[in-house]
């Protein structure tokens, strides 16, 4: 019979072996002691693995938090010119990231060798243990399948009894094989729990020692720089005051194209003051007054000078000094402090400053 085949045969019947154990028609041997020590290990093991990764993102971090400061450093000190205050400072600063740079690339190659690639290789005995419990779990279930087979063969006829010496050696083979390798991992399994804390005593103290060692190259670097930065409060930073116009006096704000003179025969407007006058300041003396309204978005405009003046009259008898003006076009406000108002409304004429002035319409008030 070829190995190909007969590989085939015993993988087949391992399976069925399986099968018959899960479904509870079959009796499977359960070493207790090995199971516990395997569950222990494997747990270990795991934890390690994860110290390995969680080492190797430590160093990326730091080689990226060394570059981030670096490049804020640069960018910040050579915006300062000779005679600035930080100027030499600055460049003092960049000299100190440099020396940091350095210096992490040093301990960054003592972490690879002293601590990453042991516990690397520390961690592959692990992986190499659970190779061997794969084969363990093969063995034992070669080791069942064969008992299983004599007690079936006994069963049967006579006849059928003649295979029984060949299955009982290939039992006992199969379980001599079976606990070489389960004395075997019990050993190996019981010296690594044991050994681990004497190897993670070697990775610890390497891990914290090239850390203080980074931070305080790092921080005596540092310190050369602060006698440099004494004469700077940085808590000012706080109180610092605005520089540029405050908004309410900007003449941003102001709405130049809501003049005249920028308003032609058919021309329009695309913001402005709710109302703007073509007569002297309001009196309270009733009287009829010629107004403008500034319009919104593209409608025609009629200007005071293009079309006929629209009669804005004071509703009778005034109670107080102000004026009413009535809308010639649609006008929406770009804040809440822009009065909006359609074509028609009456609104009354508050206060007026300048171009602007200050309306109330249905209770609210506005520019």
Not at 119 to 124: A, G, Q, R, S
Not at 293 to 314: G, N
Request: include cysteine; charged fraction near 25%.
């Amino acid at each position: 019979m070829s190995s190909a085949l007969s590989s085939m045969k015993s993988t087949i019947a391992r399976t069925k072996q399986r099968v018959m154990v899960k479904a509870g028609k079959s009796d499977e041997t359960y070493d207790v002691e090995y199971h516990n020590a395997k569950e222990q290990v494997n747990g270990e093991a795991e934890v390690l693995t994860r110290v390995s990764k969680q080492l190797k993102k430590q160093q990326e971090l730091l080689r990226d938090m060394v570059a981030l400061n670096s490049t804020i450093t640069s960018v910040v000190s050579d915006m300062f010119s000779p005679g600035d205050t930080l100027y030499v400072s600055g460049a003092q600063a960049k000299s100190a990231c440099a020396q940091i740079e350095e210096h992490r690339v040093r301990v960054s190659d003592k972490v690879d060798a002293n601590v990453q690639r042991p516990l690397d290789e520390y961690c592959n005995q692990f992986k190499e243990v659970k190779k061997r419990q794969d084969e363990y779990s093969t063995r034992r279930v070669d080791m069942d399948r064969y008992a299983v087979d004599i007690q079936k063969t006994r069963e049967k006829a006579a006849t059928a009894q003649a295979k029984l010496p060949m299955l009982e050696e290939k039992h006992a083979a199969a379980k001599a094989s079976y606990e070489d390798l389960r004395d075997e991992l019990l050993q190996d399994l019981t010296a690594l729990h044991r050994d681990r804390t004497n190897f993670l005593n070697y990775i610890t103290a390497g891990m914290i020692k090239n850390q203080m060692d980074f931070y305080s190259n790092a921080e005596r670097v540092q310190c050369e720089v602060l006698p440099l930065l004494a004469a700077v409060d940085e808590s000012r930073s706080l109180s610092h005051p605005r520089i540029i116009t405050p908004n309410e006096r900007s003449s941003s704000t102001s709405n130049v194209r809501a003049n005249p003179v920028f308003i032609g025969a058919g021309g329009s407007a695309s913001t402005g003051p709710v109302m703007h006058s073509t007569s002297s300041t309001p009196t309270s003396t009733p009287q009829t007054t010629q107004y403008a309204a500034a319009p919104v978005a593209a409608a025609p405009v009629a200007t005071a000078a293009a079309a006929a003046p629209v009669s804005l009259a004071k509703s009778a008898p005034p109670v107080s000094s102000s004026q009413q003006a009535q809308a010639l076009f649609d006008f929406l406000g770009e804040d809440e402090n822009e009065l909006n108002f359609h074509k028609g409304d009456i609104i009354t004429i508050l206060t007026s400053h300048g171009e602007w002035w200050e309306g109330q319409l249905n209770g609210r008030k506005g520019l």
